[in-house]
């Protein structure tokens, strides 16, 4: 009589429960429908703008929808910086959505909008704080000199916005090209201190007058 060894038959039933479990699990999934889908901590954008950006069909399979390229199509609005999307079992859907705050508006000669602190910019609100601060007399467009001063005015205005959490006072700030570029030639202001007309600067381009090596210099090809 042919003997079978009884830790191959339990492995073999353990093996046919497993697959049993996984099929019926599938199946239990396959029939679960998505009936709600729920929207948290929002405040500035509505639930129903939350949901129609979320794209969710009630009555589509729970199970096929994508949370990650669910989430990506909820924070295409410049008002969300992350959103979580959750399959909350049976039959719901949770959106927990981060939103990105202005925390100032901007005034160009045309038109005014709102900036996020990660300096997002972002539509006007539709409901805006009293104590938000206004920058004005913006240009148009940005010559690519400004981008210091920009630099400068930036940390200019963090210190204001930290003084009117201390105070309750605001500042007015005022940065120009001038006072931001006489920081920028630590050795050319005292060299034509020192030496008047003697001293006549010149271009570099991409390589520091004094000292080195230091500057940009080719590796291979296009590479530096």
Request: glycine share 6%.
């Amino acid at each position: 009589m042919l003997k079978v060894d009884r830790t191959y038959l339990n492995l073999i039933l353990a093996i046919s429960i497993v697959t049993a479990l996984y099929l019926l699990s599938q199946n239990w999934k396959n029939q679960l429908v998505v009936e709600k889908v729920q929207v948290y901590d929002t405040h500035i954008l509505t639930g129903s703008e939350v949901k129609n950006l979320a794209d969710i069909r009630t009555g589509s399979s729970l199970y096929k929808l994508s949370l990650l390229k669910t989430a990506q199509r909820v924070e295409t609005n410049p008002f969300v910086n992350r959103a979580v999307v959750v399959r909350t079992l049976p039959y719901n859907v949770t959106i927990t959505v981060t939103e990105r705050d202005p925390i100032a508006l901007v005034a160009t000669h045309s038109s005014m909008f709102s900036v996020g602190e990660d300096g997002i910019i972002l539509p006007l609100p539709m409901q805006r704080k009293n104590n938000m601060p206004v920058v004005t007399n913006v240009a148009e467009q940005l010559a690519v000199g400004d981008t210091a001063p920009a630099v400068t005015a930036s940390r200019a205005i963090g210190f204001a916005l930290l003084h009117r959490e201390r105070t309750g006072e605001g500042q007015y700030i005022e940065c120009s090209l001038v006072d931001t570029y006489f920081n920028m030639h630590e050795v050319n202001i005292p060299k034509a201190s020192l030496r008047g007309a003697k001293f006549a600067p010149r271009r570099a381009g991409s390589l520091h007058p004094d000292g080195g090596p230091t500057g940009l210099f080719r590796y291979k090809g296009d590479q530096f």
